[in-house]
């Protein structure tokens, strides 16, 4: 278990649901405060987002080292530079987001990409970081993040268990001892194919830590599949509409989609119940229904009992429908009503 601000996030909580916003503000304040209530209102417990500039995360030069892949769905040839400028969230609006979101009760914090970033997080009381899926592999801005003494959450998406097992021993070793590592695929969108969610029960064995998903696939499927799984955190990106919603809309989930994974993720958690089979105490009214031989017609003494005077019918309190033949024939002790259940003494 760890605790996120003062939300406890663990396998005996219900799933810890995050709304990333990413660039989905589509470069306004007023829009990026509109999601922020959105997410709210949907119930959410935590908004993220991403802090950067365009100059901490990449340089602005070209070639094709800083140019996204030409048949990527959205963003193909598109520069780094040019791509995080458009996608990046100011500084200067951390603090009225944070602000809001805290004012509708939810919990914000973000993923910082370098050292100034988590100087302006630490001034904003940022409760938990985030280490970007990309960011496993840097290992200082590990070590600073935890040294902070916040939550940490990882994110594995392209990671090997080895560069797993070395972020999650940078972030120990620098004093994190609230840790939650996400599974993740790395690509926008993913498909849900590729999401390999039977995994989440060795990544929690190989790291020691509450596990979670960081989910870029189509709707709630993977999701809540993962929660089935253990997963105790799910972050999906949000946006007000997908139509022109921004940088990240292809792949987000709508507010009322939202809503939809804050309820159906709790009981996709409450569902999973224990590892026992038998009755439920719910279904005890249901056991006095069950199926057994009951007198279906009045009769007299020393009539035979046929197939027309008893039958197996709700509900419960005779003699197992199994029994029937070895009744049948056999002559009733004493009258009996229809409605009597069969027992022994009566035949």
């Not at 970081?129 to 939550?151: C, F, N, Q």
């Not at 709508?254 to 999973?272: I, K, T």
Request: overall charge negative; charged content about 20%.
């Amino acid at each position: 278990m760890i605790k996120i601000a003062e939300r406890a996030v663990g396998p005996g909580r219900p799933p810890f649901v995050i709304a990333e916003m990413s660039g989905n503000h589509d470069g306004s304040l007023e829009r990026a405060l509109s999601i922020v209530d959105a997410v709210a209102r949907a119930g959410a417990h935590a908004l993220k987002l991403q802090t950067y500039r365009p100059d901490t995360i990449t340089v602005d030069a070209d070639g094709p080292a800083f140019r996204i892949g030409s048949g990527h769905e959205l963003w193909g040839g598109e520069r780094l530079y040019r791509l995080y400028e458009r996608a990046h969230t100011p500084w200067e609006w951390h603090e009225p987001i944070f602000t809001r979101a805290r004012e509708r009760g939810l919990i914000p914090f973000s993923s910082p990409f370098d050292r100034t970033a988590i100087e302006l997080l630490e001034k904003l009381d940022a409760p938990a970081y985030k280490i970007a899926s990309s960011e496993i592999v840097d290992l200082p801005l590990i070590r600073l993040a935890a040294s902070t003494g916040k939550p940490l959450i990882i994110s594995t998406g392209m990671a090997s268990i080895g560069e797993i097992h070395d972020a999650v021993e940078a972030a120990r070793d620098a004093g994190c001892d609230q840790l939650a590592v996400l599974s993740c695929t790395a690509s926008y969108p993913a498909s849900p194919a590729d999401s390999n969610l039977r995994a989440l029960p060795l990544l929690a064995a190989i790291t020691g830590a509450v596990v979670g998903v960081s989910d870029h696939t189509p709707g709630l499927g993977a999701a809540l599949a993962g929660v089935a799984l253990g997963a105790c955190l799910i972050e999906k990106h949000v946006t007000l509409s997908r139509v022109g919603g921004g940088v990240d809309a292809a792949f987000s989930l709508e507010p009322h989609e939202l809503a939809a994974l804050v309820v159906e993720s709790e009981r996709a958690w409450q569902s999973l119940g224990a590892a026992v089979i038998g009755p439920r105490p719910s279904e005890r009214e249901g056991l006095r229904f069950r199926r057994s031989l009951y007198v279906v017609r009045d009769v007299r003494a020393g009539e035979p009992v046929t197939e027309q005077n008893v039958r197996s019918i709700r509900p419960a309190g005779g003699l197992p429908p199994e029994l029937a033949p070895q009744v049948m024939g056999r002559r009733f002790t004493h009258d009996a009503p229809l409605g009597t259940p069969l027992t022994w003494d009566l035949v």
